[in-house]
């Protein structure tokens, strides 16, 4: 069975400062990975995901995370952050087409001047 | 229509009553997901729905939720004899082909159940 775990529930940061938001991930087998973004009063959005080939996938709004196998990570990141970011960040994983979407509990990212 | 659609977007029932909450997904996709999102948790999985196979059903808490999908479509998600424990956000997302493309949200159902 697959699983996410996303350690940090909160992650406090001040604006144009550095990030990175953390995933784990458990499985035997070959794995996709998403993150997911949800800002307030707003439904799910995709930020990017990791199918497969560059290990380094770039998304929208400046964000990028790396794919590292044998860590079994998929950690976030944007190099500076700005209050707009400031929003509930989620990690998913799943292992192919018949495999269901496992989410993370979530982290959020609170940004402040 | 342009996106997933659920509705109601509210709903507060009493405790022991039955509720249905229907998705609407985007046309073509053959993927549906149900979640719940509760206060501070994060997105619990409760069913997915891909193409003609058998649902995935592991993520229903009790015997007390079941769903189906009609025509391949429309999604219902029914929740009999409402505990309080029940009140959380249920989402609906559809994907075109399964959990390895984007996953597309609706805005959600607020139940509470008092």
């Known amino acids: 069975a697959q699983s996410v775990t996303q350690l940090d529930s909160q992650v406090p940061v001040f604006e144009e400062a550095p990030v990175e938001l953390r995933c784990n991930y458990s499985?035997?087998?070959?794995?996709?990975l998403f993150w997911y973004v949800q800002y307030p009063n707003q439904g799910l959005q995709l930020l990017l995901k990791?199918?497969?080939?560059?290990?380094l996938v770039k998304g929208i709004n400046g964000f990028e995370a790396e794919f590292n196998k044998s860590q079994t990570s998929f950690h976030l990141r944007k190099p500076s952050v700005h209050i707009s970011d400031t929003a509930e960040y989620f990690c998913a994983v799943s292992t192919g087409t018949a495999s269901k979407l496992t989410f993370g509990t979530g982290t959020r990212l609170q940004v402040t001047l | 229509g342009a996106g997933v659609s659920q509705s109601p977007s509210n709903k507060v029932t009493e405790k022991g009553k039955d509720v249905e909450l229907r998705c609407d997904p985007i046309?073509?996709?053959?993927?549906l997901y149900w979640y719940r999102q509760s206060l501070g948790q994060g997105l619990e999985f409760l069913i997915y729905?891909?193409?003609?196979?058998?649902?995935?059903k592991s993520g229903l808490p009790s015997d007390r939720f079941s769903a189906e999908r009609t025509g391949g479509s429309v999604s219902t998600l029914t929740i009999q004899r409402t505990q309080q424990e029940d009140s959380a956000v249920y989402l609906c997302?559809?994907?075109?082909?399964?959990?390895?493309?984007?996953?597309?949200f609706g805005q959600g159902t607020r139940l509470t159940v008092v």
């Open positions: 990791y199918l497969s080939g560059s290990t």
């Open positions: 997302a559809s994907s075109p082909q399964g959990a390895n493309t984007e996953a597309f």
């Open positions: 046309s073509g996709h053959t993927a």
């Open positions: 729905f891909q193409g003609n196979s058998a649902p995935d």
């Open positions: 499985s035997s087998v070959s794995v996709y």
